[in-house]
Nanobody
């Protein structure tokens, strides 16, 4: 069973930065693409960013492009989400997830394992 544990969330003022981390258990981390999703109160879960198994490819939602950066360290079984220029509308619970394959995907149905989430709150 794969376990994903997010950390790094918190309260930050608009314009600030946070770095989320997601540590994965198991020995197969480097075989799978990883993604970040978020869910704001009263809204559906939405795609944020994804990275391929090797880290060579990544994709972003339009709403976070040029502000967020996804990366991974396969030696540490960890994926990161660097979030800069945060806005109040970025407030949400952020989830990391492991894809079923090595390829990036924006579709949450393609992800087999999910973390418990970490709260990010951006004040105006």
């Amino acid at each position: 069973q794969v376990q994903l544990v997010e950390s790094g969330g918190g309260l930050v003022q608009a314009g600030g930065s946070l770095r989320l981390s997601c540590a994965a258990s198991g020995r197969t981390f480097g075989f799978y693409a990883m993604g970040w999703f978020r869910q704001a109160p009263g809204k559906e879960r939405e795609f944020v960013s994804a990275i391929s198994s090797s880290g060579s490819r990544s994709t972003y939602a339009d709403s976070v492009k040029a502000r967020f950066t996804i990366s991974r360290d396969n030696g540490k079984n960890t994926v990161y989400l660097q979030m800069n220029s945060l806005k109040p509308e970025d407030t949400a619970v952020y989830y990391c997830a492991r894809q079923r394959t090595s390829f990036v995907s924006t579709d949450s149905r393609e992800y087999a394992y999910w973390g418990q989430g970490t709260q990010v709150t951006v004040s105006s």
